[in-house]
DNA sequence: GCGACTTTGTGCATCGGTTCACAAAGGGAT
DNA sequence: ATCCCTTTGTGAACCGATGCACAAAGTCGC
């Protein structure tokens, strides 16, 4: 379920707290769902609490972590190395999950062989290489819209089957392949759309007869 | 509807080419979608297209713009610059579609009075000044985990009711306040999820017996 | 050891969204 | 003008997700 790295972090930040155990009601608050739901989410996945105690905390980090698999490390490539692609590659949120940046790549001369977040930025001809040669199986589209479809082609040819990309165009790939989609443009539209709402709704414009 | 943009961006794309008039199944493909879907969200938001026809692009693309009120110009702030709000200020994407970054703000006093995409940066302080004067409706939430609710609370308090978080956090708002979250991790882990599946499932680890 | 209380796990009804399939509507050719 | 072909708009079945409500299970106090 996509809901379990929400649980996985909230039950981090209890951990913290020195929380040992926790019931669905308080979970499902610091996650912002219905109790319900989350209890049928984590049967579903089979871990299994203690009826009138709840769940333990260190238990279930560990349960979600390895169904999630964030209990192997995970090499990612970011393609395309612009103001997003260098704010990925300085995310500390990505190293703190198992998830590690092995490469970053670019078409750009001026910014290749530049050094960013401690990685030596490589050319786009040496994709297929570093994809392979370092044992990447997750790939950021960071580039501009044109070149999406290209990169994801050549990735793909190589075996990689999980990509996130966040260049506003939708990608054809084959149904083995699993794509997730950040579109900021769309999120800040569909924002509009209600903050227009709550004004009063669409202006009731003489429309074209 | 969530879909609109992906179908005004499709939209766009065929209006430069030079398409008058585009069928729902072919609009569908470009977005990705059912044709049915398609109809139906473009059938309930009023808009009508001709039997034996399809769509009139232009008349489709004025439709739905003014529906997601992009027909009018949004003011929005950007709190927190670090590497992901430097990105945001940067994007492209914003202000193509009538979005203006019309703030950006950090609390950190080296970065404050630094320009970055011609704008100067303010100090948190002002927070609250800045966005009223500047009639900013949307605010992006780039700071770390730990400030995002305070900020939140704060322009909540002078009438912000849209909010874009990025900040790896379950805001708490009245549910006035629309709220939506990218979280760049959450992202990463799910597809860490599907990866795993597709490499057998997760292992048959001896559990705690 | 026992009873009351807490909390899980789940059957069931519900709900919204998706898809199919088709009748109604319009265009174009003859 | 009429017929056929294309495409929309939508009724109805379907499907999964959601939430309620409760029985089963286990803990804690006495």
Redesign the interface.
């Known amino acids: 379920m996509?809901r379990?790295?929400?649980y996985?972090?909230?039950l981090h930040g209890m951990a913290e707290r020195g929380v040992a155990t926790v019931s669905s009601e308080d979970l499902a608050v610091?996650?912002?769902v219905n109790s319900a739901k989350l209890r049928k989410d984590l049967s579903h996945l089979g871990s299994y609490g203690t009826r009138g105690v709840g769940y333990d905390v260190e238990?279930l980090v560990y349960q979600i972590s390895?169904?999630?698999?964030?209990t192997?490390d995970?090499a990612?490539a970011i393609v395309g190395v612009?103001?997003?692609g260098?704010?990925?590659a300085?995310?500390g949120?990505?190293v703190?999950?198992?998830?590690r940046v092995a490469a970053l790549i670019d078409a750009d001369p001026e910014v290749v062989g530049d050094t960013i977040a401690g990685l030596n930025v490589e050319h786009i001809d040496a994709l297929e290489a570093v994809i392979t040669r370092r044992g990447v199986?997750?790939v950021v589209l960071a580039t501009p819209a044109e070149a999406a479809q290209a990169v994801c082609d050549r990735v793909i040819a190589v075996g990689v089957?999980?990509?996130?990309n966040f260049a506003?165009v939708?990608l054809s790939v084959p149904d083995?392949v699993?794509v997730?989609k950040?579109?900021?443009?769309?999120?800040?539209?569909?924002?509009?759309?209600?903050?227009?709402r709550?004004a009063g709704g669409?202006?009731m414009?003489v429309?074209?007869q």
Chains 1, 2 share one sequence.
């Open positions: 996509a379990l790295p929400l996985l972090r909230a610091a996650a912002g238990y390895r169904e999630l698999g964030l192997q995970w990612v612009g103001n997003l260098r704010a990925l300085n995310y949120g990505f703190s999950r198992g998830f199986s997750i089957t999980s990509i996130l506003p939708v083995t699993d997730r950040v579109d900021l443009s769309i999120e800040l539209q569909i924002l509009a759309f209600h903050e227009q709550k669409p202006l414009a429309d074209g």
